[in-house]
């Protein structure tokens, strides 16, 4: 089993760019992830609702 954790810091990376898209190509294939700092309508960047975003990028997750 694979279980990954990830303080996604609202989507924002080393470089200052807010990209939840590669977010979530660094956690595909896990069995189990778990997110920190997934917002809905506050911090930098867009979507703003990153929890939206993230169920359209990995359909194939159930997330709560």
Same mark, same amino acid.
């Given at each position: 089993?694979k279980l990954v954790t990830y303080n %996604?810091? #609202?989507? $924002?990376?080393?470089? !200052?760019?807010? /990209?939840?898209?590669?977010? +979530?190509?660094? &956690?595909? !294939? +896990? /069995? $189990? %992830?778990?997110?920190?700092? $997934?917002?809905?309508? #506050? !911090? @930098? !960047?867009? @979507? =703003? /609702?990153? =929890? +939206?975003?993230?169920?359209?990028?990995? @359909?194939?997750? #159930?997330? &709560?």
């Amino acid at each position: 089993m694979k279980l990954v954790t990830y303080n %996604i810091q #609202y989507a $924002v990376g080393r470089d !200052g760019c807010a /990209d939840i898209t590669r977010i +979530a190509e660094a &956690v595909r !294939g +896990a /069995d $189990v %992830i778990a997110l920190q700092e $997934v917002e809905r309508n #506050y !911090g @930098p !960047g867009e @979507p =703003p /609702d990153h =929890p +939206a975003a993230l169920e359209a990028l990995l @359909p194939e997750y #159930y997330w &709560v």
